[in-house]
């Protein structure tokens, strides 16, 4: 399994807070539970944040150096 893919199913299963690294860098997928049902995931790296509202967003929106996590593919670490 790629980086990428284990970064995807960790926040699909809500796995919880997940970290990983990128050219030494600490960065992280928060998923918050809203009452209503719905999620929201706060993306986080090297200072930057930006809240996102689906698995697809997590994965498109550029917030690692302008690049999604799925442009950076494997050049991610996950952390456990």
Not at 7 to 13: M, S, T
Not at 71 to 76: F, I, Q, W
């Amino acid at each position: 399994m790629s980086a990428n893919d284990l970064l995807k199913k960790k926040v699909e299963d809500c796995y919880g807070l997940v970290e990983f690294t990128y050219h030494g860098k600490y960065g992280n997928i928060d998923p918050c539970f809203h009452k209503d049902g719905t999620y929201s995931y706060l993306l986080y790296f090297d200072g930057f944040e930006k809240t996102v509202y689906s698995i697809v967003d997590v994965m498109n929106t550029p917030f690692v150096c302008g690049k999604s996590l799925n442009e950076l593919r494997d050049a991610v670490k996950v952390l456990d």
